[in-house]
């Protein structure tokens, strides 16, 4: 029975790909506001409802894979270890993320990478989409920070605004690595001494502040 279930799910998860790449191609091709959710019901070989029951909207179609990362921040200030700060964790997490060129770190150089990441915001409703995924990054982290003992207090507020710090400051770091690489021809390889210094400097400012 458990094997019927994994693999029911296993093709439920290759088919849920395959809606979405190819909504990514065709939008990709074409641009997203030109493109009809029938059309990637014709070209994915399933129905609307089909479709509309793997993916909530148009824009899920392509943005679903930044709900991959809403829990990663939290995940990581629960999993770190015995001594180590909030803060020290998430940097180190972030540095990682650029070592393996993960592009949620913007530090990606591949042309299917740039070519997402310049859909998703140069489209204003897949940005504003993303922003909710955001949104909810954010709220999850302030609920592992709310749970973290080395918290100082009011508990409440810290840990709202440094969730709000911290995720703010992932958003810049990536754009600014994105913006690097597709605006300036500049290579993952060449930029990642320096985006690993940026996101140092980046994460020593909320642990210390601002001093001008």
Same mark, same amino acid.
């Given at each position: 029975m458990a094997r019927m279930s994994g693999l029911r799910e296993l093709k439920k998860e290759r088919t849920r790909r395959a809606i979405s790449e190819a909504a990514i191609a065709l939008f990709l091709e074409h %641009?997203? &506001?030109?493109?009809?959710?029938? !059309?990637?019901?014709?070209a994915a070989e399933v129905s609307k409802p089909t479709l509309f029951s793997y993916f909530g909207s148009k824009e899920d179609l392509v943005v679903h894979r930044f709900a991959d990362h809403q829990e990663q921040a939290a995940d990581v200030v629960r999993g770190r270890g015995e001594g180590e700060t909030v803060l020290d964790a998430l940097r180190r997490d972030f540095l990682d993320g650029l070592a393996r060129r993960d592009p949620v770190t913007g530090?990606? !150089?591949?042309?299917?990478?740039?070519?997402?990441?310049?859909?998703?915001? %140069? @489209?204003p409703s897949l940005a504003?989409?993303? %922003? +909710?995924? *955001? +949104?909810?990054? /954010? =709220?999850?982290? +302030? #609920?592992?920070?709310? /749970?973290? $003992? &080395?918290?100082?207090? $009011?508990? /409440?507020?810290?840990?709202?605004?440094?969730?709000?710090?911290?995720?703010? @400051?992932? =958003? *810049?770091l990536a754009l600014h690595n994105w913006r690097r690489i597709h605006e300036g021809g500049r290579t993952? !390889? #060449?930029?990642?001494? /320096?985006?690993?210094? &940026?996101? &140092?400097?980046a994460f020593e400012l909320l642990a210390r502040g601002y001093t001008p």
């Open positions: %641009g997203f &506001d030109q493109v009809s959710v029938a !059309d990637v019901a014709a530090l990606n !150089d591949h042309p299917q990478v740039l070519a997402f990441t310049s859909l998703v915001y %140069g @489209t504003a989409r993303v %922003g +909710a995924y *955001v +949104a909810r990054a /954010e =709220r999850s982290l +302030a #609920d592992a920070l709310r /749970e973290a $003992p &080395d918290l100082a207090p $009011p508990r /409440e507020l810290t840990a709202q605004l440094l969730a709000a710090q911290v995720t703010a @400051t992932q =958003r *810049v993952a !390889d #060449d930029l990642h001494p /320096e985006a690993a210094a &940026d996101a &140092d400097r």
